[in-house]
């Protein structure tokens, strides 16, 4: 039998493995109309994002704000990199030791660094997915609008192709030196907390000095974020590129080859200290005895209804499941961004309680995200349970739907509130945005809902892989529809009614409005659960 | 009405141009455990499904305790337990959360409830592992808080899909004594399983299926005297044409292992 290189091992390794994972994309949707609508849906997210970007760009180029122009981008790479810190780490953890096929993988003859080696490349390319369809568009947006120049493209490409190699190399490194000392049950939701905590502290510090900046929209710029991130790099790269940063096209160059240079010193060696430890590491993993507990029959409560039953069930797992916070700190993460960028964006956009109430209602809709349409998925290979119970296909919907909508209507009070008191709004206004927020909640939840039970996906291997690619994006598309007639609402009422009066009217509108969605979605999750068959 | 606890009629199961289950018929009367025997594929678990409400039939009907498991699903689905092939638990709940979870879907008095739990836990070994999440467990442990979930609120009729896979000597003769228990005290036991030495040893009655269709039924005994007081293994691999065969002659299972001298 012919033994390969550990090269070729690798190769064929990341070959086969991504043929697989593409399969497995394929055939989780079962219906190609609906593949298909999701692709366009996912190509129409790209188009809005290049098409703001350079529309902004063009604007903030014509009011001559050079200095906020400058500073953009390495803010917008700094929003990149804390994201996926959130989401990698879990990643990372998943991809090595929670991986279903390891086992599989590690009985059969390849080396551990080949093994090691694949599962990393795979990890990138899975982060390249965000990069190909929210970074991309930015960067291209950026560089249309300010006329950049044909090098920049190519270079920008290459620079944000290997960014999340450098990222993903020191999550793993992390991960598997805190396997190393902490039990791997431990570790799980450890490094998700850490994921979690770790940049939102860091965000808040640096919206902090943002939220002390002065000045109007042609002298601002925002404060620079540290210069040792590669986020930074690249940002500095993608203005010099545009013309508005320092050096022009020959610094934009010198960026590009510090990160490729950052790259192959970085990821050898973290692979190296991977693979080195990836063996102990995984037999660490399964160690750990039963806990004895002392009253084995604590958790038998009194008689609930079926849908409390349900309901405490699901609430059990949120709150188990660190994974599934991540979407509601992102959802407040922006919150602390309305908040104290309140400062850079009022001169651009005069402050008024409905677009306070617009940016709720977009907070709701990027919080509704994770727990609408992975309601049911949640269930996953246990979805036997509910479908064999003696459960009427409206108590399952209620359950399905109170629990994430609890958790999203919480985050967008909690934000409606910290907006209103932040823009020194009095009562009635402060009711209006929390109420708006509420109401989107509400609706971008039912949406979700309505998705999830039409296409499930009970095959995942953690949470944050149920709302990967397409189906993140059509059910956020379709709260963002209903943001977008809801504010045409708002904006309606603000014309016809001044002040109070009609941002009140605007909530009782949107609210007769989102009630018709809610209403006719619920109906379709209704009879899609009575239908699904598992 | 019958006395039967499950009767199944002309039962079809169609997943496009692929007949999983074709017009099955046969009765399950109270005391009986009838055995649902099988090649891989041949459309037992499909059929244990439709009976358990997880797939809908193409055509056909199944009725549990005098109720159709499609026109009245709630009412029929009191009446089982059943453990699947393959027990998928919410990994994020202990056994005990699970089975008060289970407790409460099928309304039971919170006092039965408590004393059941800390019977079937105190039974199956697992008080000790009570306070564990269950994404910790073996396929074994999880079988076994399957099966506790099954016996929770005392059904008449179990379907159990393969429920020996994964279980300890000492579980699965735990296991077949309270079937046999189950039947004792009027139950009915629906059960597919690959060895037959425990259909052989269990059942009372025995169905074995190819590709969709029951190709025979009865007790062991009268399986046996369609082949001249065969083994009901050798019934069995007549019935479905699973002798080994020219596909595994000498010749070719040496060169099948050549490698392993």
């Known amino acids: 039998m012919r033994r390969r290189s550990a090269a070729s091992q690798t190769w064929l390794l990341v070959v086969r493995l991504l043929q697989i994972r593409i399969f497995a994309a394929r055939r989780e949707w079962s219906n190609s109309t609906v593949h298909a609508a999701a692709m366009i849906a996912g190509g129409v997210l790209f188009s809005l994002i290049f098409m703001g970007t350079y529309v902004g760009t063009r604007a ?64 990138v390319v899975q982060n390249e997915l965000y990069i190909l369809a929210f970074v991309l568009p930015f960067v291209l947006g ?18 944000i192709t290997v960014f999340p190699a450098i990222l993903y190399a020191a999550l793993v ?38 939220s002390h900046i002065t000045g109007d929209v042609a002298t601002m710029s925002l404060p620079p974020p540290p210069s ?65 507990v002392a009253e084995p029959l604590a958790g038998v409560g009194p008689r609930h209804s079926r849908i409390v039953a349900l309901v405490t069930k699901d609430l059990t797992t949120f709150l188990r499941t660190p994974q599934l916070w991540f979407n509601h700190i992102g959802a407040l993460m922006f919150v602390v961004y309305l908040l104290i960028g309140h400062a850079v964006q009022t001169p651009i956009f005069p402050l008024t309680v409905q677009l306070a109430m617009v940016q709720i209602g977009f907070v709701a809709v990027l919080g509704a995200v994770t727990p609408g349409m992975t309601s049911l998925s949640l269930e996953h290979a246990a979805i036997w349970v509910l479908k064999s119970s003696p459960l009427r296909a409206h108590e399952v919907l209620v359950a399905k739907v109170l629990v994430p909508f609890g958790q999203t209507a919480t985050i967008a009070a909690i934000g409606g509130g910290l907006l209103s008191a932040g823009y020194g709004f009095n009562l009635p206004q402060s009711f209006a945005v929390v109420g708006f927020g509420v109401i989107m909640a509400a609706c971008s939840i039912s949406l979700g809902v309505a998705f999830d039970t039409s296409h499930p996906s009970f095959t995942w291997e953690n949470p ?42 605007g909530l009782a509108a949107s609210l007769v409005l989102t009630s018709i969605a809610v209403w006719e979605t619920l109906g379709r999750a209704s009879r899609n659960l009575s239908a699904l068959e598992v | 009405m019958s006395g039967s606890l499950l009767e199944v009629e002309s039962l079809t199961k169609r997943f496009g141009a692929t007949v999983a289950v074709n017009e099955i ?14 090649p891989n594929g041949a459309g037992k678990t499909t059929t ?53 979870f289970i407790g409460d879907v099928y309304g039971m008095d919170p006092k039965r409830k408590r004393a059941r739990i800390g019977e079937l836990l105190d039974l199956f070994e697992l008080t000790s592992a009570a306070g564990e999440l269950l994404e910790g467990f073996s396929h074994g442990m999880k079988q076994k808080v399957a099966l506790c979930a099954a016996l929770l609120h005392e059904p008449r009729i179990y379907f159990l899909d393969e429920p020996t896979v994964g279980l300890d000597p000492k579980s699965a003769r735990l296991l077949k004594d309270i079937l046999r228990a189950v039947t004792r005290a009027g139950g009915a036991v629906m059960m597919s399983t690959h060895i037959m030495e425990i259909a052989q040893g269990l059942c009372d009655r025995v169905a074995i ?53």
């Open chain 1, 60 to 123: 903030l180029d014509a009011a001559g704000a050079s200095g906020l122009l400058a500073t953009v981008p390495a803010w917008a790479f700094l929003v990149y990199l804390l994201t996926d810190i959130v989401i990698a780490f879990g990643q990372a953890l998943g991809d090595l030791y929670a991986s279903t096929d390891m086992p599989l993988l590690l009985a059969l003859p390849v080396r551990i660094p080949a093994l090691v080696s694949a599962k990393f490349v795979l990890g």
């Open chain 1, 142 to 159: 950026y560089l249309a609008a300010l006329g950049a120049p044909w090098i920049a493209y190519p270079a920008m490409i290459v620079g």
């Open chain 1, 173 to 210: 490194v992390v991960t598997i030196l805190a396997l190393r000392v902490i039990p791997a049950r431990l570790a799980k939701e450890g490094l998700w907390l850490v994921g979690a905590v770790v940049p939102t502290v860091f965000w808040i510090a640096m919206f902090y000095r943002v």
């Open chain 1, 228 to 292: 040792w991130l590669p986020s930074t790099w690249l940002g500095w790269g993608l203005s010099a590129f545009g013309g508005v940063g320092t050096g022009g096209s020959a610094a934009g160059l010198g960026w590009t080859a510090m990160l490729l240079f950052e790259t192959f010193a970085i990821c050898p060696p973290a692979l190296w200290l991977v693979s080195r430890s990836f063996a102990r590491g995984w037999s660490d993993s399964f160690a750990g005895g039963i806990r004895r």
């Open chain 1, 464 to 505: 944050n892989s149920i709302n990967r690619g397409p189906r993140m994006v059509i059910p956020f598309l379709n709260g963002l529809g209903m943001l977008v007639v809801c504010g045409a609402a708002l904006w309606l009422t603000r014309l016809t009614l001044h002040g109070t009066t009609g941002a009140l009217v």
């Open chain 2, 25 to 38: 018929t046969f009765r399950v009367e109270p005391g009986e455990i009838f055995g649902f025997l099988g």
């Open chain 2, 48 to 100: 244990i499904r439709i009976l358990t409400g997880l797939l809908r039939p193409t055509a056909g009907r199944a009725v549990l305790g005098g109720f159709d498991i499609v026109k009245r699903p709630e009412a029929a689905k009191r009446m089982f337990g059943y453990v699947p092939d393959e027990p998928n638990l919410y990994g994020k709940l202990t056994p005990v959360e699970f089975l008060n």
């Open chain 2, 209 to 261: 299926v190819d590709h969709g269709r029951i190709a025979a039924i009865g007790t062991v005994d009268e399986l046996r005297a369609l082949r001249g007081d065969a083994t009901l293994e050798d019934v069995f691999l007549n019935i479905t044409g699973g002798e080994p065969g020219e596909a595994a002659s000498g010749d070719r299972l040496r060169s099948i292992v050549a490698g392993s001298r």
